[in-house]
Every structure is written in C-alpha cells, then in structure tokens.
C-alpha cells in the first residue's frame, strides 16, 4: 500500500478534473479524494496499490482532455488506509 498526494497547476479548474480523477481511480481500485483549492490549483490524495498509485499520478500530469497542467508535485505520505474516493469541497 502507498499513498501520494498531488498538487496540480494550470487551467485545473472548471474542465471536469475532479470528476474525472474520481472515476479513474474507482476504474484502478485507488482510495483518496480530490478538491479544488482558492487557489485555482488542485489537490489529491492516491492511496493503494503501488502500481495503481503511479497510474493516477501520471494520469494527474496531463488530466482530462480540456484541462492544461503545468505543474505537478508529488509528495511521499503515510497510508492512512482510505477506502473509497470522494469529491471533497474547496477549504
């Protein structure tokens, strides 16, 4: 089990990210959420199976088609075993 959490940049925002992050990690049986940040940036955690994770994060690097990603981090965390994946709201 692995856990990544990811911040994008770009245009991120308003072109269907978190709906489709949501349904590309219930497709590879990836754990987490995904929220909007003021910024206009996008924050997600990925939590399950190392190879999984990986397809997500890189997934992550271009987004859906109307979306421009120009940045991506990536941090290393702690598994906090999450079940399920869920939209949450902008802090």
């Known amino acids: ?11 991120v925002q308003g072109v269907f ?3 489709t992050c949501r349904r590309t ?3 590879y049986r990836v754990a987490g ?4 940040l003021p910024d206009g940036s996008v924050e997600a955690v990925f939590e399950g199976e190392p190879h999984h994770v990986a397809i997500l994060v890189e997934w992550a690097r271009k987004g859906p088609p109307a979306a421009t990603v120009r940045d991506l981090s990536v941090m290393n965390e702690e598994a906090e075993g999450l079940e399920g994946f869920e939209v949450r709201p902008t802090p």
């Open 33 to 36: 959420w995904v929220r909007n």
């Open 17 to 19: 990210f978190r709906d």
């Open 1 to 11: 089990m692995t856990r990544k959490r990811v911040v994008v940049t770009g245009e």
């Open 25 to 27: 990690a219930l497709e």
